[in-house]
């Protein structure tokens, strides 16, 4: 194969694609491990479906729905669309509806691995993450979306966080139904009118109460003079709704109440109301405060699917972003998706789970200095020094590591200072050298590189004094003690 | 979201791949670890890449070229063409080719992760698989190779591999370029002739020597007395073709003092066996004798980027297939890629690595017993016989997990024999129960449900005899002290 350079092909990761070496590859895979065994412990099962499902099977639900082609990424087979899959709830759903009849019921089950999302890669966002999730399917009972929410706290304090350090954000669908169902906007009709309404309670942060009740009602001038129409609701239902996302959030029992008086008479409200105290109940039974999950009307969720009970995980823990201190925020959610299994069975299966967000837990680990960091085990490296011993220095390092040293030959072409600069950069501990003078004796000798280094520092450029750190730094022992020799110099 | 049966989605994962469920996802993790933590010791470094590339950074090497549009699934970005990986090594060379200015060199990692191929899906065939790989990058020394065939080795005994159980074939392209060279066959305008050679070689299995001796010479007429034209060599090239395929495999020495008579005075030849011949210093520096590793010059490797040294892993472990007994076969392979990285950067990057197939290990285990089967931890059930109850059930649960115990609590809507059903699905050693008799009296009933299952058998349909047995496999115990008498009965 011979290339020339207009043939060159780019070096690059495909854009919002990125590549993870040594210690972030770990730690991405330390957080499976603990969350997975959390959920282990829990009675749910592990399953892996592929990276691929049939287009149609997975759905879209994702938010973006103004971009109907987007959001996945798709390919024919033969005949067929393929996608690759956007969470890990779709799939479940489609294999929970396949195996329905074998599958113990409820059906708990632990999922880790990547999902793509075709979406505009941007800072920070990646189309390509890893989640790690638990559901219950088969199971109405509001225990199920509370055994997930205290599941979910436990995943976290293991993986490091104090249990200060988050809370869980819990709202159920149905409320919001309840209190649009309340005000009256019931049935086709009033469809564009809950979409006004929905989208005024989505800007109350930004605009505040009073944006928000004059987009309830008439409508809403801002600065620049544009009007956006309002919901034309009356006085009282703009009070309602008004009273509805500004209720305090400080205690379950707080928002229950209060939500009793707001969310009306009527079935959806009262499932949703139901459905939070069966929640609250259970938190409360497993000692979960409200200083660790709040019920918040506020959470919505983006992805289409929920049908009750939404939660979100946040870190309370402060970081500094231009200059001020905010919370770190979201590392997962999930919520209650009682039609996705009907999608294929046609029968309703209730169903609840959660996913974590696994790089943003490792962002939130290095951010935070949360858990232990990854504890590489120190590495020797023999340096080699004639090429027609390279049988020897490989023989070396395979004792090195039958005796639980971790152990390399080095197998390039350079010289011995390129060598030292190799283990350097690798940050090896311990060089092992055998050259002609050692051979002749019988012997080698053993470099520690992170001494070395230290004191080549200290003695700065005054030759005898560095020369006798050296000494040191470095030992020589007969050829037969290398191993004991090299676990002497780590242990030191 | 109603759904009418004619609008229902079918329930199935695309043709060619598979769902694992529990012990089987677990089994793959476990020989990932195991090998990476072997990779780890040698001294090679995590890398994770996106399962998504640009088309052109794969490049076009997977065996099957009479399909160009197949072989991978590709799909359109907003600009261009990505492809999900058929193999970690080519997203290898564009990481290694896009960062060589600030890695070690050599850069040695290891990788895992599924690969993609769009092929045909058949029985046992699948288009979804994980690999494990290993590769030093920026080394063309025969040692680097030799290291990762000891290593690969040492993988295999990891799993459970005996070291009688497993072979290595190692052969080189250079030494078969070395052949055709020998035989006149240089240039362009012998590129149809090597071609027919080539092909009358591959064809040894199936034809045995005089089938393939007919190919190299004027051609062989088969059965049904159809005529295959042959590639026209003289008797003596044919017959050192022929010496060169039937080339005893018994000792690594052997066959390089037979293809030093036989592979002829050309460059190509030459550096094959100085080649060979350094793997063989270093196997042998290792350890690693003529049973565990053999120069076999039949190995040639599907993949098309391989410049050098090939080598393969095989079970000599034998399997019953249609009733007669047949080696397992190849787990991994591998070899020298010397050009790949150059197609990025225009200069020669040689490069050696190897990929263990790990669902083939899996495979192996699983039919051949090997390495510790999946020691799921004893799971206990906490029975719901009262919806009003659920915090009391999930508060038992979190206790025993607590004291390091699995457990959850039933979920479902069923009753007390569904339950108890549900436990046997999910293989949970004991059932917790409490119904209002014992809350009345502050007790639960735990109940041993292997050894209940055990005694049901024994006692037959005698009711008396069973009824004692029952006694037998369940306990009352104060409310206060579930957790230490359901330990005990683990324990027991």
Do not use: H
Not at 55 to 81: C, I, Q, Y
Request: proline residues 3%.
């Amino acid at each position: 194969m011979s290339t020339s350079k207009s043939d060159l092909v780019a070096a690059e990761q495909p854009r919002g694609f990125a590549d993870r070496l040594g210690a972030t590859a770990a730690a991405e895979e330390r957080i499976v491990n603990a969350v997975g065994a959390v959920y282990e412990q829990w009675g749910f099962e592990r399953l892996e479906t592929p990276a691929v499902e049939y287009t149609e099977a997975l759905g879209k639900f994702l938010p973006d729905l103004d971009r109907p082609n987007e959001g996945v990424f798709s390919f024919m087979d033969e005949e067929r669309w393929l996608s690759m899959r956007y969470d890990l709830t779709a799939p479940l759903a489609r294999f929970a509806a396949q195996n329905w009849k074998d599958l113990p019921k409820p059906f708990r089950r632990w999922q880790t691995g990547p999902v793509w999302r075709n979406e505009k890669p941007g800072p920070g966002r990646f189309r390509q993450f890893v989640q790690c999730d638990a559901d219950t399917v088969g199971s109405d009972n509001p225990a199920s979306d509370a055994e997930i929410i205290a599941m979910a706290a436990a995943a976290l304090e293991a993986v490091g966080v104090p249990r200060s350090g988050y809370t869980f954000k819990v709202n159920s669908r149905r409320i919001l139904n309840g209190v649009l169902l309340g005000i009256g906007l019931e049935g086709g009709n009033a469809e564009a009118t809950r979409l006004t309404v929905m989208r005024a309670i989505d800007k109350l942060d930004r605009l505040g109460v009073d944006g928000v009740a004059a987009l309830l009602g008439t409508g809403r001038k801002d600065e620049s003079g544009a009007f956006t129409e309002g919901a034309k609701l009356d006085a009282k239902n703009v009070q309602r709704v008004i009273d509805f996302v500004t209720l305090s959030t400080d205690t379950r029992a707080g928002v229950i109440a209060g939500l009793e008086r707001i969310v009306g008479d009527n079935d959806e409200g009262r499932a949703g109301l139901k459905e939070l105290a069966g929640i609250d109940a259970v938190l409360s039974a497993l000692g979960i405060g409200d200083d660790r999950a709040k019920f918040d009307t506020s959470v919505v969720r983006g992805l289409e699917y929920y049908t009750g009970a939404v939660y979100e995980a946040e870190l309370t823990l402060p970081i500094e972003e231009n200059g001020k201190a905010v919370r770190f925020g979201s590392v997962g959610g999930g919520g209650r998706y009682d039609d996705l299994v009907a999608r294929f069975t046609g029968e309703r299966v209730p169903a609840t789970g959660f996913s974590i967000g696994v790089s943003r837990l490792v962002a939130a680990q290095a951010r935070l200095g949360l858990g232990a960091a990854a504890q590489e085990a120190p590495l020797a490296i023999v340096l080699a020094l004639d090429g027609a011993r390279m049988g020897d220095y490989l023989a070396m390092a395979a004792e090195l590591r039958a005796s639980g040293v971790r152990a390399e030959a080095y197998l390039g072409g350079s010289g011995m200072k390129a060598q030292l600069k190799y283990a350097d950069k690798r940050n090896a501990r311990v060089a092992v050298i055998q050259g002609g003078d050692e051979v002749a004796k019988g012997t080698v000798t053993i470099k520690d590189l992170k001494a070395g280094a230290e004191m080549s520092q200290l003695a700065g450029d005054d030759r005898e004094a560095w020369n006798k750190a050296r000494e040191k730094v470095q030992v020589e022992a007969p050829r037969a003690e290398l191993v004991a020799a090299v676990q002497r110099m780590l242990a030191g």
